[in-house]
Structures are given as structure tokens and as C-alpha cells.
């Protein structure tokens, strides 16, 4: 906050876009659409992209949205996505009391313990996914979902950049 | 809710702690429909018939694009060394038409000793013809999306294929657009054989886009790689003699096979009416009453 009001380059009289207080909710929406993409994948081996979304706002702010929201993004995300009904609306809600709960305990922070936090919950994501599967008749073996588990891990810290543009454009930043 | 009290201000704390229990009933309420959804599958079919309408022609839309752009590329490969590849193509379209020749008398054979045996002919109806436009991107299960839906005729349980071999079957569908489960998802048994020597095999998909066989009869590993596993029709869902996969390893007593119709590069596909609807009438019915 002090770098940037410090920064050269500021632009006067410039402001929060409208509607600034959904674009982080809408973000999330587009990027669970981003199932609808046509590109057919054999291996299964892309992240999942709502979560990411989601899990790079609520690391960057605390109050991207109110808590209950993720319920409703959640069941977006299991309607376009295919997940079974109900997965995203628990594990995206339980994700944001966990992270609240984390904000108390953390004294400081930074761009490593955020990836950290990120990944444990893309892993309990990806182990969870895994666990359904079995219980809905297909178990598959816990390596096959190392792949996905990585790249997503991986692509984290882009989805964080791009969640962080996002923030400066709508708050006219 | 980030700081643990927000001032003394008690409307802001009464805030936190509803806001609070809200997240806990959203965690709550999404338990519950996850648990409902995977002990009745059916219960959510129309809610998710409806998000399938909403982006399955959007993704049909969009596959163009991709296809365009991928037959570009595929296309300049082509030109790569075509000499040579004309050669080869010619040498095997002569080679092909001989084997046609044989095919056609035999399929004329059967039809005749099928006349004298007093078979019935089975009509295989096409319901629906589309595309694999989509597909599920980060989960173990392997699902695409199909660009027909109830519109069209397409029912839960109905089989897919395209020309190169069998994609799945439908497991959820909207009124434009269904969603089809892989045989190369683990949920995916397909009852089939060995078109070598007609042995009968269980192909069961891995949930990585290869499949796994297995012989039912014990004994020794009856596979050598590049054989042809076809769908044998027991059971009564997928029609008999369609082309699944291709053994590409030996893995102990099974085999590692690859789908013939790569998903990917599925043009068009179609949907039958299952094979035989009775048979797979009375297996549901058993199913249903055998759960509790």
C-alpha cells in the first residue's frame, strides 16, 4: 500500500472499475468455464482451474468475497466441470474457514509460504478427487495422480500473477 | 473474518459469526449433496443436463477453431515426404483391395448360413451423430462431451462409437449436449474378446487413456502386442464386433491396450440404441433390487 502510493506513475483520478466487488467471484466463474474449452484431454492432466482461482484470491486478499460465496462458486464448478455435485461447495467452503484460521495463526507472510498453503490444499484437492473416484468404482492408483498433482502446483504461482493483475485493474490500481 | 475480532464494534462481530456459520452450513449442505450424488447418481441428472446445454454448443463452436488449426499443422506434415508415402499407400490400397474382396464374399457367406441357421438379424439404428467436443480435465475419471442430446434421441446408457472403434456410453444428457464416460475410465468394463483367436476378455479402462485386458479363463498371458481386442456384446449394451483397442504391452497376467479411437482425434461419432435393450433392462433391474 505505501509502495504504491509512493510509485511515480499513479494514475489521478482513477478508481475502482464498477462492480469492482464481484470481479473476484466472476473470475472464479470464468475460470471453472474454462471446462468448456474443446480440447479433449486423454491423460486429465490439467489443473483445476476454479480452485486455483480461487485459492490465489483468497491468498491475496481476505475478503475477496463473502465466506459463504464459495458455496454457490462451488456448485458452479461441479455443474461444468463434472465433479460429482457437492464436492466443490465442501471443499471450497471448508477452504476458506481453513484459510481464515490459518490468517490468525501466521505471523507473517510471503510469496514462499503461500505456494506452501496453496499446495497443500491443491494436494488434499487432488487427494480428495481421488477418493471419490474410488468410492463412485474407480480406483485408480494413487501415482496416476501425481502428474496432475505438480503441474497444478506449478501452475500456481501463474494463476496467483494473473488473480493479482486482475486485482490492480479493479481496483484502478 | 480475517483478524480474530474486528474492533469492538458488535454489530461486526455478530457479522463474523454468522458469516462464520454460513460457511460452516455451506460445508455442511455441500457434504450432503456430495453424498447424495454418488449413492444416487440419477438424482441430479436434469440440473446437470441443463449446465451441458449451456456449454456443450459453445464448446462446439470453439472445437472448429482447434480442428482448423490442428488440420493446418497435420495438413503441412503431410506434405513432408509424400513421394515416398505415395508409394507406400499405393502398395497397401492394392494389398487392402484384396482383402476387401475376401471380406465382402464372407460377410455374403455368413449372411447365407445365417438365413439357414434362422438367426435374427439384429438392426443396428443410429440414434444420433455429433462430436467429441470436451472433455473432463483435471480428475481421475475420463469423461467427453458429446454435441447430441435428448433433442436428438440420446439416453443415459446408450452406447457410443465412431468409425475407428468404441468411444464409451452416454452417462449423463441435456437437450443439446451429453456428457460420455471413456472406456478408458476405470468405471468402464467392456465386455469383449480377442479377435485373434475369438478368446473372451474383460477390457477395463485405466483412467490414464489406456486400457487394461484381462483374460477371463486363468491361465497363461494370451496377448502378444498389436492384437486387436473387439466387443464381444455379452452383456447387451455395446453392439458385438466393434473394434476397442490395441494391445500395446504385456503386464504380467493382463495387457496394456490403447483405445482405436482416440477421443482426440474422434471426427464424428455416433449413438446406438443399446444392443440388446431387454438384456440390459433385466441387469438394472437386478442391480436395483440386489442394492438396499
Redesign the interface.
Known amino acids: 500500500m505505501v509502495r504504491a502510493a509512493l510509485s511515480q506513475n499513479r494514475k489521478i483520478g482513477k478508481g475502482p472499475v464498477r462492480f469492482a466487488e464481484f470481479v473476484p467471484s466472476a473470475t472464479v466463474v470464468a475460470a471453472s468455464?474454462?471446462?468448456?474449452?474443446?480440447?479433449?484431454?486423454?491423460?486429465?492432466?490439467?489443473?483445476?482451474?476454479g480452485y486455483l482461482v480461487l485459492i490465489g484470491w483468497r491468498l491475496l486478499r481476505?475478503?475477496p468475497w463473502?465466506?459463504?460465496w464459495?458455496?454457490p462458486l462451488?456448485f458452479i464448478n461441479d455443474?461444468?466441470?463434472?465433479?460429482?455435485?457437492?464436492?466443490?461447495?465442501?471443499?471450497?467452503?471448508?477452504t476458506?474457514?481453513a484459510l481464515?484460521l490459518v490468517?490468525?495463526r501466521t505471523m507473517w507472510r510471503d510469496y514462499w509460504i503461500e505456494w506452501i498453503l496453496a499446495a497443500v490444499l491443491i494436494a488434499i484437492d487432488e487427494w480428495l478427487?481421488?477418493r471419490?473416484?474410488s468410492?463412485?468404482?474407480?480406483?485408480?492408483p494413487f501415482t496416476?495422480?501425481l502428474p496432475?498433482l505438480v503441474i497444478?502446483i506449478g501452475a500456481f504461482p501463474l494463476s496467483a500473477w494473473l488473480v493479482s493483475r486482475v486485482d490492480a485493474w479493479r481496483l484502478g490500481r | 473474518?480475517?483478524?480474530?475480532r474486528p474492533g469492538w464494534s458488535r454489530r461486526a462481530q455478530y457479522g463474523l459469526f454468522f458469516?462464520?456459520l454460513?460457511?460452516?452450513?455451506?460445508?455442511i449442505?455441500?457434504?450432503?449433496?456430495?453424498?447424495?450424488?454418488?449413492v444416487a447418481?440419477k438424482t441430479?441428472e436434469n440440473?446437470?443436463g441443463v449446465?451441458l446445454d449451456?456449454?456443450?454448443p459453445?464448446?462446439?463452436a470453439?472445437?472448429e477453431?482447434?480442428a482448423t488449426a490442428e488440420g493446418l499443422v497435420t495438413g503441412a506434415d503431410d506434405y513432408w515426404d509424400a513421394a515416398s508415402q505415395n508409394g507406400q499407400l499405393k502398395r497397401e490400397r492394392k494389398a487392402m483391395l484384396q482383402r476387401m474382396i475376401e471380406a465382402k464374399a464372407i460377410v455374403q457367406e455368413n449372411r447365407e448360413l445365417k438365413a439357414i441357421l434362422d438367426l435374427r438379424q439384429h438392426s443396428r439404428d443410429t440414434i444420433a451423430t455429433g462430436r467429441?467436443?470436451?472433455?473432463?480435465?483435471?480428475?481421475?475419471?475420463?469423461?467427453?462431451i458429446f454435441s447430441a442430446g435428448r433433442g436428438d434421441g440420446v439416453k443415459v446408457g446408450m452406447p457410443v462409437r465412431s468409425a475407428d472403434g468404441l468411444v464409451g456410453r452416454i452417462i449423463?444428457s441435456g437437450a443439446l449436449a451429453s456428457?460420455v464416460l471413456?472406456i478408458?475410465?476405470?468405471?468402464s468394463i467392456v465386455p469383449s474378446r480377442l479377435l485373434r483367436d475369438g478368446r473372451p476378455v474383460i477390457a477395463q479402462?485405466?483412467?490414464?487413456?489406456t486400457i487394461d485386458v484381462r483374460p477371463l479363463e486363468v491361465g497363461r498371458n494370451p496377448f502378444r502386442p498389436n492384437d486387436i481386442i473387439i466387443t464381444s456384446g455379452t452383456g447387451g449394451l455395446y453392439p458385438p464386433l466393434v473394434p476397442v483397442a490395441k494391445i500395446v504391452k504385456l503386464n504380467g497376467d493382463s495387457a496394456i491396450a490403447v483405445p482405436l479411437a482416440?477421443?482426440?482425434n474422434t471426427s464424428f461419432a455416433i449413438v446406438e440404441a443399446p444392443y440388446e435393450p431387454a438384456a440390459v433392462a433385466a441387469e438394472t433391474a437386478t442391480a436395483t433390487s440386489d442394492a438396499p
Open positions: 468455464l474454462l471446462a468448456a474449452l474443446p480440447i479433449v484431454s486423454t491423460s486429465g492432466w490439467f489443473p483445476n482451474f481476505a475478503d463473502p465466506a459463504w464459495a458455496a462451488g455443474l461444468f466441470t463434472g465433479y460429482p455435485i457437492g464436492f466443490s461447495i465442501a471443499l471450497w467452503s471448508a476458506m474457514l481464515d490468517d490468525r478427487q481421488w471419490i473416484a468410492a463412485a468404482g474407480a480406483d485408480v496416476m495422480m496432475p497444478s | 473474518m480475517a483478524t480474530a458469516s462464520f454460513a460457511v460452516i452450513a455451506g460445508i449442505v455441500g457434504l450432503i449433496l456430495l453424498v447424495v450424488s454418488l447418481p441430479f440440473i446437470r449446465a449451456v456449454t456443450g459453445v464448446a462446439a470453439l472445437h477453431v482447434t467429441i467436443v470436451g472433455s473432463s480435465f483435471s480428475s481421475p475419471r475420463r469423461y467427453a449423463d456428457r471413456l478408458s475410465d476405470r468405471a479402462g485405466r483412467g490414464d487413456g482416440d477421443p482426440a
